[in-house]
């Protein structure tokens, strides 16, 4: 069982930045691939936005977040970063970090094996 936790979300205005943070306990975080989801509202569906396998590569929603954001990981202490930039009153949602042992099938099917209880981003405007 993986367990995750998120970290670094918050109150930010328009055009600043956050970083979020997740670590991954529970067991191996060997060739996880790991992302981000959010939920922009309720009743919304939840939205892919990023993910990087074990060995770095990464996969982002283009059309919702633009270049504006960029995944990172640290193997050796089992974390994975999303650096948000340029950030956007839209932007404002719940983030979610997941983690699957698929490579990116898992997230882009939108269901991976595993989820984070979920970090508050609200963005002023």
């Known amino acids: 069982q993986v367990r995750l936790r998120e970290s670094g979300g918050g109150l930010v205005q328009a055009g600043g930045s956050l970083r979020l943070s997740c670590a991954a306990s529970?067991?191996?975080?060997?060739?996880?691939?790991m992302g981000w989801f959010r939920r922009q509202a309720p009743g919304k569906e939840i939205e892919f936005v990023s993910a990087i396998t074990w060995g770095g590569q990464t996969a982002t929603n283009v059309d919702a977040v633009a270049g504006r954001f960029s995944i990172s990981r640290d193997n050796a202490k089992n974390t994975v970063d999303l650096l948000m930039n340029s950030l956007e009153p839209e932007d404002t949602g719940i983030y979610y970090c997941?983690?699957?042992?698929?490579?990116?099938?898992?997230?882009?099917?939108?269901?991976?094996?595993?989820w984070g209880q979920g970090t508050q981003v609200t963005v002023s405007s």
């Open positions: 997941a983690a699957d042992a698929r490579d990116f099938a898992g997230m882009y099917s939108g269901a991976p094996q595993h």
């Open positions: 529970g067991r191996t975080f060997n060739n996880l691939t």
